[in-house]
């Protein structure tokens, strides 16, 4: 059957992604988080090229190139990433059921004092926040966060008074130093963050498939002060290597992952960058995006990318809320279903939708006579809806 195949498809995957740490580790110098000092490298014939940024207000001064956390298994990845001189790493309390942060702070506890380490929690109420924290804390072997994140605030609704002041607590407790919220809807979230005032930080989906309006509210976020922090700026991830690569043959191409780094890169105002890491390879690659400017090769080469993924890629624009005459969180599946393709991460993306309420994870897009969403940019919204569905439900 069908969904049988390609749900065995996705395990079998997941099982071949490399798990075992690498032997080799190399030694270097200590580099001082926020100090015009520069990392010592490791000693090698070609060391990479590290640049800096600061983080807004906060005033730390971080690798233009950080590391998220999220789908690494391997410590000895994030190890070396800290070794040869990355200073900002990224994860949740939630990624990997709470086993990431065990294994990051495992991995950085000797060089924990010259990075920013930053954490999230999906807490609703103050309580529920601070109880995440004390554990995240916990698990890391850490007496403090650099940022801590309301995580995946994608409406106002996701945000309140009470959760700002969770974030202040912590703050005079000396548990963290700088407040964030992390969001997929920075152009919702962003000018209701600047209004209230209330954080430091912020962390966006942004990447070479958005419209230029973008731009606007990252201006607007820095203008005000706030850290700038990219995630999901590789635009899915599709590469070669990827487990679904014999589904979708013509994504991958050759250094297009690095020029949608370089892309966000070229934008000042944009601080970091959390790229997915899981292995050295991997990690090698995205070192290169320090290197050198964007280029116009390289802007061909996304222009390309960009529609070879069109059809399956769905930018977060937010157009397509409410049109779904089932009700469907349409954005949300989608960016579950590029879990498992584009990062190769199934069960990652199994577990969000499983999370969604049972009268959405129900709903069979093919019962539908018509579909009533129409993406402006071209994504296959019915085939790509029902596929998720049959993968993950």
Same mark, same amino acid.
């Given at each position: 059957?069908?969904?049988?195949?390609?749900? @065995?498809?996705?395990?079998?995957?997941?099982?071949?992604?490399?798990?075992? &740490?690498?032997?080799?580790?190399?030694?270097?110098?200590?580099?001082?988080?926020?100090?015009?000092?520069?990392?010592?490298?490791?000693?090698?014939?070609?060391?990479?090229?590290?640049?800096?940024?600061?983080? &807004?207000?906060?005033?730390?001064?971080?690798?233009?190139?950080?590391?998220?956390?999220?789908?690494?298994?391997?410590?000895?990845?994030?190890?070396?990433?800290?070794?040869?001189?990355?200073?900002?790493?990224?994860?949740? $309390?939630? /990624?990997?059921? %709470?086993?990431?942060? @065990?294994?990051?702070?495992? =991995?950085?506890? @000797?060089?924990?004092?010259?990075?920013?380490?930053?954490?999230?929690?999906?807490?609703?109420?103050?309580?529920?926040?601070?109880?995440?924290? !004390?554990?995240?804390? $916990?698990?890391? &072997?850490?007496?403090?966060?650099?940022?801590? /994140?309301?995580?995946?605030?994608?409406?106002?609704?996701?945000?309140?008074?009470?959760?700002?002041?969770?974030?202040?607590?912590?703050?005079?407790?000396? +548990?963290?130093?700088?407040?964030?919220?992390?969001?997929?809807?920075?152009?919702?979230?962003?000018?209701?963050?600047?209004? +209230?005032?209330? #954080?430091?930080? #912020?962390?966006?989906?942004?990447?070479?498939?958005? !419209?230029?309006?973008?731009?606007? #509210?990252?201006?607007?976020?820095?203008?005000?002060?706030?850290?700038?922090?990219?995630?999901?700026?590789?635009?899915?991830?599709?590469?070669?290597?990827?487990?679904? @690569?014999?589904?979708?043959?013509?994504?991958?191409?050759? %250094? =297009?992952?690095?020029?949608?780094?370089?892309? #966000?890169?070229?934008?000042? +105002?944009?601080?970091?960058?959390?790229?997915?890491?899981?292995?050295?390879?991997?990690?090698?690659?995205?070192?290169?995006?320090?290197?050198?400017?964007?280029?116009?090769?390289?802007?061909?080469?996304?222009?390309?990318?960009?529609?070879?993924?069109?059809?399956?890629?769905?930018?977060?624009?937010?157009?397509?809320?409410?049109?779904?005459?089932?009700?469907?969180?349409?954005?949300?599946?989608?960016?579950?279903?590029?879990?498992?393709?584009? /990062?190769?991460?199934?069960?990652?993306?199994?577990?969000?939708?499983?999370?969604?309420?049972?009268?959405?994870?129900?709903?069979?897009?093919?019962?539908?006579?018509?579909?009533?969403?129409?993406?402006? /940019?071209?994504?296959?919204?019915?085939?790509?809806?029902?596929? =998720?569905?049959?993968?993950?439900?």
């Amino acid at each position: 059957m069908k969904l049988s195949t390609s749900r @065995r498809d996705f395990l079998q995957a997941g099982l071949a992604l490399p798990v075992a &740490g690498l032997a080799a580790r190399a030694s270097v110098g200590k580099a001082t988080i926020g100090s015009a000092s520069t990392a010592a490298l490791p000693s090698q014939d070609s060391s990479p090229q590290l640049s800096y940024r600061i983080l &807004g207000k906060t005033g730390l001064k971080i690798t233009s190139v950080g590391f998220g956390c999220m789908i690494t298994s391997d410590a000895s990845v994030i190890e070396r990433a800290a070794d040869i001189g990355i200073t900002y790493f990224d994860t949740a $309390r939630s /990624y990997q059921h %709470g086993n990431n942060e @065990r294994m990051v702070g495992a =991995a950085l506890k @000797r060089k924990r004092k010259n990075l920013a380490l930053s954490s999230k929690s999906d807490g609703h109420d103050k309580n529920s926040l601070l109880s995440d924290l !004390d554990t995240s804390l $916990r698990e890391l &072997g850490t007496d403090y966060l650099d940022i801590w /994140y309301l995580h995946g605030r994608d409406q106002a609704s996701g945000v309140s008074d009470e959760m700002f002041e969770a974030q202040q607590v912590a703050k005079q407790q000396g +548990k963290i130093r700088f407040t964030g919220v992390s969001t997929h809807k920075p152009k919702d979230m962003i000018p209701l963050l600047v209004k +209230k005032n209330a #954080v430091d930080v #912020v962390l966006i989906t942004y990447n070479f498939t958005m !419209d230029s309006g973008m731009g606007e #509210v990252i201006e607007q976020a820095s203008d005000a002060g706030m850290g700038v922090v990219a995630m999901k700026v590789m635009a899915g991830g599709y590469r070669a290597g990827n487990p679904r @690569r014999a589904f979708y043959p013509q994504l991958a191409k050759e %250094g =297009a992952l690095l020029a949608a780094l370089k892309w #966000v890169l070229k934008n000042p +105002k944009v601080n970091t960058t959390i790229p997915s890491m899981t292995d050295m390879d991997q990690l090698e690659v995205n070192l290169k995006a320090m290197a050198g400017p964007f280029t116009e090769v390289e802007e061909k080469l996304l222009a390309q990318q960009l529609e070879r993924i069109a059809p399956v890629y769905c930018r977060m624009c937010g157009k397509c809320d409410g049109t779904c005459v089932q009700g469907l969180p349409v954005a949300d599946m989608l960016r579950y279903l590029t879990y498992a393709e584009g /990062y190769g991460q199934f069960s990652l993306g199994r577990e969000h939708f499983l999370a969604l309420p049972s009268h959405v994870t129900s709903v069979r897009c093919r019962d539908c006579a018509e579909c009533t969403v129409n993406c402006p /940019y071209g994504v296959q919204v019915e085939s790509r809806m029902a596929h =998720a569905q049959e993968l993950f439900a």
